[in-house]
């Protein structure tokens, strides 16, 4: 009898009601360019818990947060903060959420894994380490 394998459970997200709306309408006008990751983000944010700014226990990603993560698979751990397509910059550690890694970081607090597929089709593995949260403006 074959054994059935069944990927982890999807971890419990959460999200600003600001970040949550600007995030659908920037994953809905994606579709034609990035359909697989606006298919993930789009995805991500109908299982979100929307909170308000201040309400929540503990930090969780939002857009502009300072994220330190591990690869399960490597144990290389990266320091990255989660921005919007224009204001993505490699070199300055700025990833777009539009960026399959970036999709896989909204909404995850420390010590929460996801499972994320690469542009190349890899399965990978993370762990959020530690989430440090833009100012407020």
Known sequence: MAKVVHAPAKPRIKMTADDHER???LAASAMDRVPEVASFLLDELDRV?????????????RMGSRVDFRDNATGRTQSVTLVYPGEADIEQGKISVLTPIGAALIGLSMGQSIDWETRSGALKRLTVLAVKVPEAV
Do not use: H, M, P
């Open 49 to 61: 818990r929307i909170v308000r700014g201040g309400s929540s226990k503990g930090e969780f990603t």
């Open 23 to 25: 995030l659908s309408r």
